[in-house]
């Protein structure tokens, strides 16, 4: 599968450039590497959108992120990048294994630069590496973020671009037998 291909090639390039990120993720409760993110502003609205893979601490391929934001403020131009994000235990895994509805402030300025690298952590639980590849960007702004997931055992197909149904919709429409 080309995103399973696409999050190994994004995780060698971060292991490479983060040495230390092969313990961190081995130690971790799990972690999902976004291939490409896009980013995109003009004028006073913009927004984010990719697709991901979630791994357990072993390397297991355990299922599927998407990330959809909104964001307003000043903001102009497109930024391609690629994200792995590191959760810390299996607690801090799980509470973002369902819809997580966040709010977000970013600021950006990107010329280029292809394989720049920075390290953030968005709280004590999860670490946030990102990669930039592309894009011209320049921005301020706030919104907000939604994260979903689907295990790979929900999967009704083996094309991760097509959504399975979430737990929710699986117990709604299950027979009673």
């Known amino acids: 599968m080309e995103l399973i291909r696409d999050a190994e090639r994004s995780a060698a390039w971060f292991a490479y450039h983060h040495p230390e990120i092969g313990e961190e993720m081995r130690n971790s409760g799990g972690y999902v590497i976004f291939p490409s993110m896009d980013e995109w502003g003009s004028g006073f609205s913009g927004g984010r959108w990719g697709r991901g893979v979630a791994y357990s601490p072993e390397g297991t391929h355990i299922g599927w992120c998407t990330v959809n934001a909104t964001?307003?403020?000043?903001?102009?131009?497109?930024?391609?990048?690629?994200?792995?994000?590191?959760?810390?235990?299996?607690?801090?895994?799980?509470?973002?294994?369902?819809?997580?509805?966040?709010?977000?402030?970013?600021?950006?300025?990107?010329?280029?630069?292809?394989?720049?690298?920075?390290?953030?952590?968005?709280?004590?639980?999860?670490?946030?590496?990102?990669?930039?590849?592309?894009?011209?960007?320049?921005?301020?702004?706030?919104?907000?973020?939604?994260?979903?997931?689907?295990?790979?055992?929900?999967?009704?197909?083996?094309?991760p671009y097509r959504r399975a149904p979430h737990a929710t919709d699986v117990r709604r429409t299950a027979s009673p037998d």
């Open 71 to 159: 964001n307003w403020g000043l903001q102009m131009g497109v930024h391609e990048y690629d994200v792995l994000l590191i959760f810390r235990d299996r607690a801090t895994l799980e509470a973002y294994q369902g819809d997580a509805l966040s709010p977000a402030i970013s600021g950006m300025g990107v010329a280029g630069a292809s394989g720049r690298s920075q390290h953030d952590m968005m709280d004590e639980r999860v670490a946030i590496y990102h990669a930039s590849k592309a894009g011209l960007m320049l921005g301020l702004n706030i919104g907000v973020e939604i994260m979903r997931y689907e295990p790979a055992a929900l999967s009704i197909s083996a094309n």
